[in-house]
C-alpha cells in the first residue's frame, strides 16, 4: 500500500501546484501519482536505488519518493502547503473546487473555510456572483465532505472483493448495483450471516434484521432476510427513492402493494424474484444502471428500453499508452495483455509533445513507432494528439492522415467551446479524449456548452470518448445520454499507462450503460475492418 499512499499525496501536491499556477509542475506530479498507484513493485525499485528508471520518474520525484520511505512522509506537500492562504487547502478538498474556483472563492468572498463558504451558499453570495449552477455544485460537493467520504466505484468493488472472501452468497444492490461513479456505503442483503466472520468490522448498529457497521473505513450495511424475500429486496435496495416512489405508485393503480417484502396481492405474495416484479407491473425488466428516474419506467411501460452495451460486445481498447511515451509498459506486452482480454484490436496512442511530462513523441518518433506497428495485424497505429488553443492540432496533417485513429485532447490549458469545436472540424480527428477534462472528486472539469459540441460532433461525425479511467468516466452517464439523443457515436478507451488499467475497460461500460448506450453506439463493438472503414469513411 505504500505505492498508493505516496500517490496519494503526490495527487495533494499536485492540486496544490495547479493552484499556485506552476500547470508543468502539477502536471508532473499528477501523471507520476497516477503510475505509482498502480506499481505493486515500488518497493523493489528504491531498495534498488532504481527509481529514476520508472518512466516519467526523475532525480526530484525519486528523491521524495526515498524520502517517504525513509521517514513515512514528504516534506515537500507541508512546505508548499505554507504557501497557500489560511484555508485553502480545506476548500481544495471539496469535490468540485479546483484551484480557480478556490482562487475566486477566496479573492472575491473572502472565503477561507468550510464555515465561510456553508454561510456563503446560505446567503446565496456565489449564486449573486457566478449564478446558480456553481452554488448548487459546491453546495453538493460541501455535503458530501461534512457527511462522508465517497468511494470511487473502482475502489467499491475492491471492498465487495475483500467481502466476498470473508462472507457468503449476498448480493450488493444500492448505488454500487446501479454502478454510480460514486459509492457512499455498500447495501449488503444475504439470508444469513456467520457472527465470527464480522471480526474485522466495527459494529455500530445491530438488530435481527439489519447490522450496521464500519469496514476499512467504509458502511456496510447488512440486511438479512428470507429466501423468499431476496428479489425484492434487492430491487427494493437498488433504485434510487425516485425510482421506487414511481414504480410503488405504479404497483397501488394495479391493486398491488409493493415494499422490501414482495410484491403483494392482498396478503399473498405473487413474485419469486426481482424480474418478476417488473413482469406484473406490466413492463420490462429494468437493468440496474437505469434505476435512476430519468425516464427508464416509462420506457419499461412501453417497452422500449435500450439494449444496453455488454462487456461482451467489446472488440478492443482504443486509448492505451506505452513506454514510448509516459506508460510503463512495451507494446509487445500491451499486445499480449489484449490477447488475454480477447481483444480484436487495441489502439498505441501516445502522447503528442505538448505535455513536457508527458514525453511526448517528436513527428519522427511517433513515425518510428508506427513503422514497427505496422508488422502487427491487431493494433491501430493512433495518438492522443493535443489540442492548441486556437482549436488546432499539435501534429500537422500529413503526418495525421498516415493514421488509424487519432484522439484530440486537452492537457495543458482550460478549453473554450470553440476551441473543441474547431478541433472537430479536423477530418484527421477521429474521437474527442475526455471531452470535459473533470478529475472526480478534483475538478468538474471545462466549462463548456455541451450542446453545441454536441451538435457538432454529430455533423462532423467526431466519436466522443468515455473515458474508462476511474478517476474521470468522461464523459459521464448525463452527457452521455444527451449526446445520444444528436446521434453522436462514441469511443471507449481506457487511457492507460500501465497493463493494470487495461482491466478498467468495464467501468467505461459500466458508465456507457448508465447513458441508455447500445452496441450500435459505440465504435468499440466494431470489428477491426468494419472499424477502419467507420474511421476512414469507406
Not at 461534512?146 to 472483493?161: G, H, P, Q, V, W
Not at 428479489?231 to 410503488?248: A, D, V
Not at 479524449?433 to 461525425?461: C, Q, S, V, W
Request: proline share 2%; glycine share 6%; with cysteine.
Amino acid at each position: 500500500m505504500e505505492n498508493r499512499e505516496i500517490a496519494k499525496i503526490f495527487y495533494e501536491i499536485s492540486e496544490i501546484l495547479r493552484f499556485q499556477g506552476e500547470s508543468f509542475k502539477s502536471r508532473a506530479y499528477f501523471i507520476a501519482a497516477r503510475k505509482l498507484e498502480k506499481m505493486k513493485n515500488l518497493r523493489e525499485y528504491y531498495e534498488k536505488n532504481e527509481l529514476e528508471k520508472i518512466p516519467g520518474i526523475g532525480k526530484n520525484l525519486a528523491k521524495k519518493i526515498v524520502e517517504y520511505f525513509e521517514t513515512g512522509k514528504i516534506s515537500y506537500l507541508e512546505k508548499i502547503k505554507k504557501g497557500l492562504p489560511m484555508g485553502i487547502d480545506e476548500l481544495l478538498t471539496i469535490p468540485g473546487i479546483g484551484p480557480k474556483t478556490a482562487l475566486f472563492l477566496y479573492k472575491e468572498l473572502n472565503i477561507k473555510s468550510l464555515n465561510d463558504l456553508e454561510k456563503s451558499i446560505k446567503n446565496h453570495e456565489i449564486m449573486k456572483i457566478k449564478g446558480k449552477k456553481l452554488e448548487k455544485n459546491l453546495e453538493r460537493g460541501l455535503k458530501i465532505v461534512k457527511t462522508k467520504r465517497r468511494m470511487l466505484l473502482s475502489e467499491a468493488f475492491e471492498i465487495a472483493e475483500e467481502l466476498s472472501r470473508i462472507l457468503e452468497n449476498f448480493e450488493v444492490a444500492g448505488s454500487f448495483r446501479r454502478r454510480k461513479e460514486t459509492i457512499g456505503d455498500l447495501d449488503i442483503i444475504l439470508t444469513k450471516i456467520d457472527e465470527t466472520s464480522l471480526k474485522d468490522f466495527q459494529i455500530l448498529a445491530k438488530g435481527e434484521k439489519k447490522i450496521t457497521a464500519i469496514y476499512k473505513n467504509v458502511q456496510v450495511d447488512f440486511r438479512i432476510v428470507k429466501n423468499e424475500e431476496i428479489g425484492s429486496s434487492l430491487q427494493y435496495f437498488t433504485g434510487n427513492k425516485e425510482h421506487n416512489i414511481k414504480l410503488r405508485r405504479i404497483a397501488q393503480k394495479k391493486g398491488y402493494k409493493l415494499n422490501e417484502y414482495g410484491l403483494f396481492k392482498g396478503n399473498n405474495r405473487i413474485n419469486t424474484n426481482e424480474k418478476d416484479i417488473y413482469e406484473k407491473l406490466d413492463m420490462e425488466w429494468i437493468p440496474p444502471e437505469l434505476r435512476e428516474n430519468t425516464g427508464e419506467i416509462e420506457a419499461a411501460l412501453e417497452r422500449k428500453l435500450p439494449k444496453l452495451v455488454d462487456i461482451k460486445d467489446i472488440k478492443g481498447d482504443l486509448h492505451i499508452h506505452t513506454k514510448w511515451s509516459d506508460g510503463l509498459d512495451s507494446i509487445e506486452n500491451i499486445v499480449k495483455k489484449a490477447k488475454e482480454l480477447n481483444y480484436e484490436y487495441v489502439a498505441i496512442t501516445d502522447h503528442s509533445p505538448t505535455v513536457p511530462e508527458g514525453n511526448g513523441l517528436s513527428e519522427e518518433k511517433l513515425l518510428e513507432q508506427w513503422e514497427i506497428l505496422e508488422s502487427y495485424d491487431n493494433v491501430l497505429k493512433g495518438v492522443e494528439c493535443d489540442i492548441l488553443k486556437n482549436g488546432s492540432l499539435m501534429y500537422e496533417d500529413k503526418i495525421l492522415e498516415k493514421a488509424d485513429f487519432v484522439i484530440a485532447s486537452v492537457h495543458m490549458f482550460t478549453p473554450t467551446t470553440e476551441t473543441i469545436l474547431i478541433a472537430m472540424e479536423n477530418e484527421h480527428v477521429d474521437a474527442i479524449g475526455h471531452p470535459t477534462g473533470r478529475l472526480i472528486g478534483i475538478t468538474n472539469g471545462y466549462t463548456l456548452d455541451m450542446e453545441k459540441i454536441f451538435e457538432k460532433a454529430a455533423e462532423t461525425n467526431t466519436p466522443l470518448e468515455i473515458n474508462a479511467y476511474p478517476k474521470r468516466l468522461d464523459l459521464n452517464d448525463v452527457y452521455i445520454k444527451k449526446a445520444k439523443e444528436y446521434g453522436v457515436k462514441f469511443v471507449i478507451g481506457t487511457d492507460s499507462h500501465n497493463l493494470e488499467e487495461m482491466d478498467n475497460f468495464i467501468f467505461g461500460v459500466y458508465t456507457a450503460r448508465r447513458g441508455w448506450a447500445e452496441k450500435k453506439d459505440i465504435l468499440n463493438c466494431l470489428g477491426l475492418k468494419e472499424l477502419k472503414r467507420y474511421v476512414h469513411n469507406l
